[in-house]
């Protein structure tokens, strides 16, 4: 804001000696201040029994991180019956490993069963301060995860949104996170139809049916036994 601030510390007088020290960012008078995207300026000046501050003041600027903006192109690399892989990519100005713990991103994922109004609901490890920014998981993982934070699983749900919230040491994120639906393909839950067996030989029969009518994108093909 242009303004700039200073309070003192009742411990930070030094002995003569002294070349460092370590200084805690705590004002105690004005605490509001002190919060993560702040810059803070720590200056040290010599003194005497007469005079305080001779000469000019040493100053450095630190920036304590702020809270991470989302994570980009969240998106479902594989799905099936059994599994399914997120992937998504670091929010913006996230550096590279390896970096001091203060600035570091790990991840949580949110799931919401995919029905009416969805409402988040935080999950346990392993869906939880992720390193990485894949993660794969089984139905059965999922759901168990979902009902551990109360979420209604009793008609063993087969659709999800997930959603991933970054996280570092000023906390997590306060803008909305894009999700993404998960849909684990259950069985058939029809039969063909119309089952016709002809041109039968010695070795070989031709057999013709009618596809059940859930939707073909759902189907991989047929086994004949």
Do not use: C, K, M
Not at 17 to 36: C, D, F, I, K, M
């Amino acid at each position: 804001d242009g303004g700039v601030s200073f309070f003192e510390d009742p411990a930070g007088a030094l002995a003569l000696s002294a070349n460092n020290t370590r200084v805690a960012v705590v004002n105690r008078a004005q605490p509001e201040l002190v919060s993560p995207g702040r810059a803070y300026i720590s200056r040290i000046a010599a003194r005497n029994r007469n005079v305080r501050g001779l000469g000019v003041a040493a100053y450095h600027l630190a920036f304590p991180p702020l809270a991470p903006r989302p994570v980009e192109s969240l998106r479902l690399l594989s799905v099936d019956a059994v599994e399914a892989t997120l992937a998504w990519d670091p929010p913006p100005g996230t550096p590279s490993p390896p970096v001091p713990s203060t600035l570091a991103v790990t991840y949580d994922a949110h799931a919401a069963i995919y029905s009416g109004a969805p409402l988040f609901l935080t999950l346990p490890p392993p869906f939880a301060n992720l390193s990485s920014t894949t993660l794969s998981f089984t139905r059965t993982l999922l759901t168990d995860a979902v009902s551990a934070v109360g979420g209604d699983v009793s008609l063993s749900p087969s659709r999800f949104l997930l959603r991933v919230v970054p996280r570092n040491a000023a906390g997590v994120t306060v803008l909305e996170a894009e999700s993404v639906e998960v849909r684990f393909e259950g069985l058939p839950e029809e039969r063909v139809a119309g089952l016709v067996v002809s041109e039968v030989t010695a070795t070989s029969a031709t057999l013709e049916w009618t596809a059940p009518t859930t939707p073909a994108s759902s189907l991989t093909g047929f086994e004949v036994r």
